[in-house]
């Protein structure tokens, strides 16, 4: 790999991306809780929307028709990024249709992304979330070349065990060319209590995936959030998970931000 230049985000102090091997596990879901609960914490927090081919953070914020402003620095046109619950947001998802599904290949992609990145006004962040398409494409390649990424985080369901998809993300980022530091673990999805019986489990995917994987990739389980309706449901309201009554949900997102805080 040949030495890449790295790119500064001016005032950006600490830089975490959410991977996964694949879809659907709740990255998304991890990087708005996240980025909502550090911003609840006093943290001044950005989130990045970086799955290019399904951009899922405007409608978790509730700002699909969003437009971000666009303003002249120099000769350098920027924008701001549209701010939510605390959280200075940006996403490809702004500046594409609704269903109007994205064909560009590789480095047209690749482009965007690192304008969303350059070409915004972060000002003063204490932490800017990524929320990473999933696997291993040139997206995540090249963001992780080009930024100074502190830490990362892989979001797992139980039944993942299979654990291929995810070592692969995670050797990404152990090349020692990229050198990021896995920060952990969150498994989604971990259980289902039903509401007449609160102190009952179902491990309905399976158990001990996640801690399986933080072992195998010698870092840490970060947090396990149960699988519950309301979670998604807020997530459709453009809500967050604490918009619902669900105290494990609640209380394993102040524990992430804590972790990741100290
Ligand atoms: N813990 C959970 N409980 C209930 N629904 C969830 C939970 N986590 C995620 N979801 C829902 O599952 C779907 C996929 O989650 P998402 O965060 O979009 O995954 P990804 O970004 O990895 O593709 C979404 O509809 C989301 O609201
Ligand atoms: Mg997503």
Avoid: C
């Amino acid at each position: 790999m040949n030495p890449i230049e790295k790119i500064e985000l001016d005032g950006v102090k600490n830089i975490v991306v959410v991977a996964s091997g694949k879809g659907g596990v709740g990255k998304s879901t991890v990087s708005s809780n996240l980025a909502i609960s550090l911003a609840r914490n006093g943290y001044k927090t950005a989130l990045v929307d970086a799955d290019i081919f399904g951009p899922s953070i405007p409608r978790m914020f509730g700002i699909e028709n969003a437009q971000p402003e666009v303003t002249h620095l120099g000769d350098k046109e920027v924008m701001f990024p549209i701010e939510k619950y605390g959280v200075k947001i940006m996403s490809i998802g702004f500046f594409i249709k609704k269903n109007q599904g994205l064909i560009w290949r590789g480095p047209m992609a690749v482009n965007a992304i690192m304008q969303l990145f350059e070409n915004t006004l972060w000002n003063d962040i204490d932490y800017m979330i990524i929320d990473f398409p999933p696997g291993t494409s040139d997206i995540q390649l090249t963001t992780v070349q080009k930024l100074n990424v502190t830490g990362a985080i892989i979001v797992t369901t139980p039944q993942e065990v299979a654990l291929n998809d995810a070592r692969k993300a995670a050797s990404m980022f152990n090349n020692p060319d990229l050198n990021v530091p896995i920060w952990g673990v969150i498994e989604n999805m971990a259980w289902f209590t039903p509401q007449p019986h609160p102190d009952e489990k179902y491990y309905i995917f399976g158990q001990g995936g996640g801690e399986m994987l933080a072992k195998e990739l010698n870092t840490k389980l970060l947090g396990q959030i149960p699988l519950v309706a309301e979670v998604g449901d807020a997530a459709e309201k453009g809500l967050s998970v604490y918009n619902q009554s669900n105290p494990t949900v609640i209380e394993a997102f102040e524990k992430l931000t804590e972790t990741i805080t100290a």
